[in-house]
């Protein structure tokens, strides 16, 4: 028996509503409080968990784990369309584990207009016990500060393959033969991943 469009949509509909409730769940969930300021590296003047935010009370971290992966690398590029958009509403900031003139040059060369710093022993990732600062998960963490200066993490997630962040799995997902074995690269002008 043959799905139809309106199979599709119903359940379409469904994974919206369920999505929703899972950001509600993740925001309304339980909050940590950071109770230092953590500083990242970058090729001029460290900057602290605190500065991050800039004028917005709100921040978003990704967790990438730098030049040895085309994956976090197909997501960031993804942020570089999105960066107005987010930026509007959040503070926005991409931490590598790679040092700072590393981060620094793989942006530039990725064309990525967001801000990055280095969180090598910064023991950030650690804290938050997502992976740790030298190798970190993929994903991301948003935080709040409070009127006071207090920092908490609100919720944090991982990116792979199908999740909620990346488009792209979605759609190749919807050609013919699906995703198969396909897999992001840093370059599509070679077969290097």
Same mark, same amino acid.
């Given at each position: 028996m043959s799905t139809t469009t309106e199979d599709c949509e119903k359940r379409y509909e469904s994974i919206i509503a369920i999505t929703k409730k899972l950001a509600e769940d993740a925001r309304?969930? @339980?909050?940590?409080?950071?109770?230092?300021?953590?500083s990242f590296q970058t090729t001029s003047t460290p900057i602290t968990l605190s500065e991050a935010f800039g004028e917005k009370s709100d921040l978003i971290i990704i967790h990438n784990m730098g030049t040895i992966c085309?994956?976090?690398?197909?997501?960031?590029?993804?942020?570089?369309?999105?960066?107005?958009?987010?930026?509007?509403?959040s503070a926005f900031l991409l931490l590598s584990?790679?040092?700072? @003139?590393t981060v620094e040059e793989f942006a530039q060369d990725r064309g990525w207009t967001f801000p990055v710093a280095s969180a090598r022993d910064s023991g950030f990732n650690e804290y938050i016990a997502f992976g740790e600062s030298d190798d970190a998960y993929p994903g991301f963490s948003t935080l709040h500060k409070d009127t006071d200066g207090t920092i908490w993490r609100i919720a944090t997630e991982c990116f792979g393959d199908f999740d909620l962040f990346s488009p792209v799995w979605h759609m190749i997902a919807r050609l013919k033969d699906g995703v198969a074995d396909w897999q992001p690269k840093f370059s599509y002008e070679d077969t290097s991943e």
């Open positions: 309304n969930g @339980e909050h940590q409080k950071i109770d230092q300021d953590f085309s994956w976090c690398t197909m997501w960031a590029d993804g942020f570089n369309g999105m960066i107005d958009h987010l930026a509007d509403r584990p790679d040092i700072p @003139e």
